[in-house]
């Protein structure tokens, strides 16, 4: 559980971070702030798709393909930080236009990464406890009273 949550904060905050370094370290117009949030979930569909294809396909486990998809979120902040040491405007998420690339990459993983994790967890909850874990999942009963409840 406390996995899943630093998880999700990671791949939360890389999308809030990205969209502060657009606007304020690159000056990227409403324009293409507007084109990211539509690539995003369009990419996350497609996303979906190609990787329960490939899992299928492959015969891959959930633990594998979550393994797989947080190895390729690394991408991301390693794309950000190769900007500090190729020349300027070259790479490293020093364009504009690498937004656009970047919000299509980020919804490849984005959905399917949440959708495995969810699969994940429901592997690991005890049979006859699924609502109580899913409410503490899902942040909605996240009390003391939901927590004494969860002694399994």
Partial sequence: MIGWFIYSDSFTTVVSIAILFAQSTLGAPKAILLGGAIIVPLFGGIGNWLWTWAQERQGWSNHRVLMMQSTLF????LWGIMGFFTPAGSFGLQNKYELLIVAAYHGLLLGST??????????????GHEAQFFGLYGREFFDRKTLNNLSV
């Fill in 74 to 77: 690394l991408i991301l902040p």
């Fill in 114 to 127: 949440q959708s495995t994790c969810r699969v994940f967890y429901s592997e690991l909850i005890p049979r």
